[in-house]
C-alpha cells in the first residue's frame, strides 16, 4: 500500500487534458460529491469502532437475515444504528465510485472497448446485487489484480483518467467484501486493513477530484503554465528535496493512520489514559507487574480487553511519531514558502496555502489526539481524530501531486516549457539586475 | 452380564467411598486496598430502550466488594487435580439478559457443558462469545436473539478463565464464563464465600483468579491440604 502511495505522488507525469475529450465541470462535482460521500463513510466508520459495535450485525451480507436494503428502521437500536448505517453509506459510495468510473471512461474511451468497460461496470454492480458469498470472494480477488492492472495502465496511460477509475472500482469492491469478511471471519486484523484502505480509496478519489477540477486544467493548460512559467521554484534543488520531504511527511502519516487504525481494532479502549505524561512519567514502566497494577485501575464502560505492554508501546510510538508529522508538516510549511518566496506563480501560491492548511489541520490533529484522551476517548472526539487524519493524509497527497506536476523536469508540459521557464527567469534577473546576458540555464541552478 | 453387573456395583462403591471421604473446601475472599470507584454507565440510560429498564443508575461491576471487604465474583479453583469433567451430563449453566444487563457477570461451568443464553428483554440481543483458547477448539460465534427469541446454546470442549460473552448492539454488556475441565471450582458471591464441594484428600494448589485484582492465567495461588473434613481457607487478594 505504501508503495502504491508512492507511487501514486511521484507518478512522473499527469493528465494534462484527457485526449479527445472536452473538460466536463460536471464531472468534478461528482467526484467531489463521491469524495465527500466517503468521507461520510470514514466518519461513520470511527464511530462505529469507537463505540465499539463492529460486530452489533452478526450476518452480512444480510442485516439480522434481511435484505439489508430492507431492513426495518425501527430495529435500528443501539449500535446496530451506526454498523448498518456504515453498511448503507457504504454501499452507496459503491455505486458512486461505480458511476464515477463508468463516466471516465466512457469519455476516455471510442468504439468497441467504450461499450465494453461500461458492461464491465455494470456487470459488476449486478454481480455484487447477487449477495452470495462465492461470488464475492471472486470479486474481491479479481478487484486486487485489477487494481495492479489499472495502477499499471495507468503509468503507461498517465492522461487517461479512466484507469483511476477502474482502480478506484476495483478497490471499493475489495473493501465492501473486507468489511464484510471481518465480520463473518470474526478477524480483528481484517478491520485494521479494512481501515487502511478506507483512507488511501479516499486519497485516490480526492486525487480524481483534483485531477477532473477546472483549477487543475487551467494550471496545466499551456496557457496556464505560461502564465506562471517564470514564477515558479527558484532552486530545483531545495525543491527537489522539498518534494520528498513532502512525500515521506505523507507516507509518515499514512503509517500513523494505521498505527491509529492498530490501536482501535485491539478493542481494548485508551492503553495510556493521561496526557501529556504516560502514567505520570514521561516513558512508562511496562513491565508486567506495572501493567498488571495499570489494569488494575482501569474500568472502561465498553472496550474491556485488558491492556498490554504492546499496546502502551504502541500508543508511545503514536505519539512520537505525531511529533514526528507535525515537525515535518511544519518544516514543509516553512520550506514551501522560503522557497518559493515571493516569486509565487499561481500554482505555488497554492502549494503554499496548501501547506498552511496542512499545517493547521496537524495543529488540529494533535490536539484532537490530546482531546481523545482527556476525554477518555470519547465517540464523537475519537472520531473526528479519525477524520481529521484522513484529511491530513489526503492534503499531504494532493500537495505532492500538484508539487510533481509543477517542478521542472518532472512532467511533459514542464519539460516543454523548461526553456520558457529559463528565458523569463533570465528575462527577470536581467531586469532586476539592469541587464544580464548569461547563461539563463546558470540562472535557474542558483 | 453377571460380571458387568458386579463391575459396576463395585465402581459405585469406589465412588460413594470416594464421595464420603471427601470434603468441601470453604472460604471467604476480601479485599485489601481501596479500588477505584466503579463507573456509571451512562450509555445504557441514553439508550432508547435500555434506559427504560431501570429508575437508578446502573454502574460497572469491576470490584463488587461488601462492607468487610467480602469480594464478589472470584473464580476458585483446583490446579493440576486428576478429574474428568462431567460437563455433558451436568445441568447447563444459565445466564440471562436482563435489563440490558448480563446475570451473572462472572460464572463458571466445565468443558462440554451446556450453557444457555435467555432474553428477557422486550427487545434484540446479539450474543458473542469471544473464546481464546480457538486451538483448543472453542469457537466464537455471534448470534442474534430477538425479544421473546428462543434460547440460545453454547458448548465449548476447551478450558478457558473468563471467556467473554459481550453484546454489540449494547457495547457495555458482558459476561464471563470460567470453563473447567473438571468439577472443582466455584464463584463467589456478594458476601466473598466459596465452595468447591467433593474434594478427595490430598495436598493441592488452590488458585483464586479475579479480573482485575488477580488476573487470569497467574491467579492468586495458595498451597492446602483437604482432609476427610475438607478445608477451610479464606484469601486476601490486593488492589494497588
Given at each position: 500500500m505504501a508503495a502504491a502511495v508512492l507511487f501514486f505522488c511521484t507518478r512522473p507525469t499527469f493528465p494534462v487534458k484527457p485526449p479527445g475529450t472536452t473538460p466536463s465541470p460536471w464531472l468534478n462535482r461528482f467526484a467531489v460529491f463521491t469524495a465527500l460521500a466517503t468521507l461520510t463513510l470514514l466518519g461513520m466508520g470511527g464511530l462505529v469502532t469507537s463505540h465499539g459495535v463492529?460486530?452489533?450485525?452478526?450476518?452480512w451480507p444480510n442485516t439480522y437475515g434481511y435484505n439489508m436494503f430492507l431492513?426495518?428502521?425501527?430495529?435500528?437500536?443501539?449500535g446496530i444504528f451506526y454498523e448498518h448505517s456504515h453498511r448503507l453509506i457504504g454501499a452507496f459510495v459503491g455505486l458512486l465510485t461505480a458511476i464515477l468510473a463508468a463516466w471516465l471512461w466512457m469519455r476516455e474511451t471510442r468504439g468497441r472497448s467504450r461499450w465494453l468497460g461500461l458492461g464491465a461496470v455494470i456487470l459488476v454492480v449486478v454481480l455484487l446485487g447477487i449477495r452470495k458469498m462465492p461470488v464475492y470472494y471472486t470479486l474481491a480477488a479479481a478487484g486486487v489484480l485489477v487494481m495492479g492492472f489499472g495502477l499499471y495502465r495507468y503509468g503507461r496511460?498517465?492522461?487517461?483518467?479512466r484507469w483511476l477509475g477502474v482502480v478506484a472500482l476495483a478497490a471499493v469492491v475489495v473493501q465492501g467484501v473486507l468489511g464484510g469478511l471481518r465480520v463473518v471471519w470474526f478477524k480483528n486484523e481484517i478491520g485494521i486493513f479494512h481501515a487502511t484502505l478506507a483512507q488511501l480509496f479516499f486519497v485516490l478519489i480526492c486525487a480524481i477530484a483534483l485531477l477532473t477540477s477546472r483549477w487543475w486544467r487551467v494550471q496545466t493548460s499551456s496557457q496556464g503554465s505560461q502564465t506562471s512559467a517564470g514564477r515558479g521554484w527558484l532552486n530545483p534543488t531545495a525543491g527537489s528535496r522539498l518534494r520528498w520531504l513532502a512525500v515521506g511527511t505523507t507516507l509518515l502519516i499514512l503509517l500513523q493512520l494505521m498505527l491509529g487504525a492498530t490501536m482501535r481494532h485491539q478493542?481494548?479502549?485508551?492503553?495510556?489514559?493521561?496526557?501529556?505524561?504516560?502514567y505520570g512519567k514521561l516513558w512508562p514502566a511496562m513491565d508486567a507487574e506495572s501493567v498488571m497494577r495499570y489494569n488494575q485501575q482501569r474500568l472502561e464502560v465498553t472496550a474491556l480487553n485488558p491492556i498490554t505492554s504492546f499496546q502502551i508501546g504502541l500508543q508511545m510510538t503514536h505519539r512520537i511519531v505525531a511529533v514526528a508529522i507535525l515537525f515535518c508538516v511544519a518544516w514543509v510549511a516553512w520550506l514551501t514558502r522560503r522557497n518559493a518566496g515571493?516569486?509565487?506563480g499561481v500554482m505555488g501560491g497554492s502549494l503554499r496555502r496548501l501547506a498552511q492548511v496542512w499545517l493547521a489541520l496537524m495543529l488540529v490533529q494533535a490536539g484532537l489526539g490530546a482531546w481523545t484522551i482527556w476525554s477518555n476517548k470519547a465517540a464523537d472526539v475519537a472520531t473526528a481524530h479519525v477524520l481529521v487524519g484522513a484529511l491530513s493524509l489526503v492534503t499531504g497527497a494532493l500537495w505532492c501531486i500538484i508539487a510533481f506536476r509543477r517542478?521542472?523536469?518532472?512532467t511533459d508540459a514542464a519539460a516543454a516549457l523548461s526553456g520558457q521557464v529559463r528565458q523569463t527567469l533570465a528575462g527577470d534577473f536581467a531586469r532586476s539586475n539592469g541587464g544580464f546576458h548569461g547563461n539563463p540555464a546558470t540562472v535557474t541552478n542558483h | 452380564m453377571k460380571t458387568t453387573t458386579h463391575l459396576a456395583l463395585l465402581a459405585a462403591l469406589a465412588a460413594g467411598l470416594q464421595t464420603a471421604t471427601a470434603g468441601d473446601i470453604t472460604g471467604t475472599i476480601t479485599l485489601k486496598g481501596t479500588p477505584p470507584p466503579e463507573k456509571p454507565i451512562t450509555q445504557l440510560k441514553d439508550?432508547?430502550?435500555?434506559?427504560?429498564?431501570?429508575?437508578e443508575p446502573v454502574f460497572t461491576r469491576f470490584y463488587v466488594v461488601?462492607?468487610?471487604?467480602?469480594?464478589?465474583?472470584v473464580f476458585v479453583t483446583l490446579k493440576g487435580i486428576s478429574g474428568k469433567s462431567t460437563g455433558p451430563s451436568a445441568p447447563p449453566l444459565v445466564i440471562d439478559q436482563k435489563g440490558c444487563e448480563y446475570v451473572p457477570y462472572v460464572a463458571a461451568c466445565q468443558t462440554g457443558q451446556k450453557i444457555v443464553v435467555k432474553n428477557s428483554d422486550p427487545f434484540l440481543h446479539n450474543v458473542h462469545p469471544t473464546p481464546v483458547n480457538t486451538a483448543g477448539g472453542n469457537k466464537e460465534s455471534n448470534m442474534a436473539q430477538m425479544a421473546g427469541g428462543a434460547d440460545l446454546t453454547f458448548v465449548f470442549p476447551a478450558a478457558e478463565n473468563f471467556l467473554r460473552f459481550k453484546c454489540d448492539v449494547h457495547p457495555w454488556m458482558f459476561s464471563y464464563v470460567n470453563v473447567v475441565d473438571h468439577p472443582y471450582f466455584d464463584v463467589t458471591g456478594k458476601d466473598g464465600k466459596f465452595t468447591i464441594k467433593n474434594v478427595p484428600p490430598g495436598k493441592y494448589t488452590l488458585v483464586a483468579m479475579h479480573r482485575r485484582a488477580a488476573p487470569a492465567p497467574a491467579g492468586f495461588e495458595k498451597e492446602i491440604e483437604v482432609t476427610a473434613d475438607g478445608a477451610k481457607v479464606d484469601l486476601v487478594l490486593d488492589v494497588k
Open positions: 463492529g460486530m452489533a450485525v452478526p450476518d431492513f426495518p428502521v425501527s430495529q435500528w437500536v443501539g496511460e498517465a492522461r487517461q483518467l478493542h481494548a479502549g485508551l492503553a495510556i489514559p493521561d496526557f501529556p505524561l504516560a515571493n516569486a509565487l517542478l521542472p523536469g518532472t | 439508550d432508547v430502550n435500555c434506559g427504560k429498564m431501570h429508575t461488601g462492607k468487610a471487604g467480602e469480594l464478589a465474583d
